[in-house]
């Protein structure tokens, strides 16, 4: 929970290709924005989704790169589809054609931070890890909050191991790194926590873990806390999207 490190996100916004493990064709996209860890890429074609993929990301002629990615979330816009995808599993030889082709696109005084972010990257390894970069260059982003928030309303129970306090939240918003919670209990930074969440899929409840990394208890049995979960939990992310 310590290891906070920080990457930027490249805005792109250009025409790429991506092709399937299996598939016989490319599948034209626009890539929308990536770093060492993920990207946002908008297509007219669907992705599978609860379940890694295996792929083949073009980002020009000579720049390419394979890639075993889960899709984290989607959303449509008129009738493309956007997709978050996290790489789960991302090699030297990728992570030097992204470094390759965002050296091409950016100008040189943005090289600077990219260079940053690559010798980041090669001497502590892929992390397992959404926000706009800016117009030229990125913007500086923690791994845990790589996940697109979503506000989703849900009943919490949870228990402070610190404490040993039981009580009962709300959710604010929930990512697959990170839950927002309400509740009128305090809930103290550092904590460490255990919840379960009822999702209204007529299933048990979510369990998971984390660390409280911040609370604002200022006023009287009203607590807003974030928790940064253990692991970034994909499956449990994919139930509670499907609920909404």
């Known amino acids: 929970m310590q290891n906070r490190r920080q990457y930027n996100r490249w805005e792109i916004n250009k025409p790429i290709r991506i092709r399937l493990e299996g598939a016989v064709k490319d599948i ?3 890539l929308r924005d990536i770093n060492f860890q993920g990207m946002q890429v908008a297509l007219r074609n669907k992705l599978a989704q609860d379940a ?27 009738s493309r589809h956007i997709y978050g995808v996290y790489f789960n599993r991302l090699s030297e030889q990728a992570r030097a054609a992204i470094f390759k ?16 972010d690559f010798s980041h ?7 397992h890890g959404n926000s706009h970069g800016k ?11 790589i996940f697109q928030r ?27 790194k990170g839950i927002g919670l309400s509740s009128n209990m305090q809930i103290s930074p550092n904590s460490l926590i255990e919840m379960w969440l009822k999702v209204p899929d007529k299933g048990e409840p979510l369990y ?7 609370a604002n208890c200022a006023r009287e049995n009203e607590c807003r806390a974030g928790v940064n979960l253990e692991r970034a939990d994909l499956m449990g992310i994919s139930r509670i999207l499907r609920t909404i």
């Open 135 to 145: 117009k030229e260059g990125g913007e500086k982003m923690d791994d845990r909050r």
């Open 28 to 30: 034209p996209c626009t």
């Open 150 to 176: 979503f506000n989703i309303r849900f009943p919490v129970r949870f228990l402070n191991l610190s404490t040993g306090q039981e009580g009962e939240a709300q959710t604010v918003d929930v990512s697959a």
């Open 208 to 214: 998971t873990r984390g660390e409280v990394a911040w």
């Open 101 to 116: 082709f965002l050296r091409e696109l950016f100008p040189s005084g943005v090289i600077k931070e990219l260079n940053k």
């Open 52 to 78: 890694f993929i295996r792929l083949t990301v073009v980002l020009s002629d000579e720049d390419f790169f394979n890639a075993e990615a889960w899709v984290v979330w989607r959303k449509t816009v008129e």
């Open 121 to 127: 990257g090669t001497s502590h390894g892929n992390s």
